[in-house]
């Protein structure tokens, strides 16, 4: 298998269970993830990672309050 159809197999599953990373997590409750930011106590020098976790909507929370430069892994 090449990697675009990788890719798009991905992108498929993702797709036919967004709707549940997106209203059914508890991670879309605003109130959790402000618990979540708060006890992380975030800084503009600290690096943020998401992999695989959902929507992003946490990793949308951090996006502002870390650091904004590119890191190579």
Known sequence: MDYELIKASVQQQF???????????PMAEAGLLDLIIQAAEPRSEHLSL?????????ACRFAPLVSKRPVSI
């Open 15 to 25: 797709n036919r269970v967004a709707h549940h990373y997106l209203n059914d997590s």
């Open 50 to 58: 998401d992999i695989a976790c959902g929507a992003g909507l946490l």
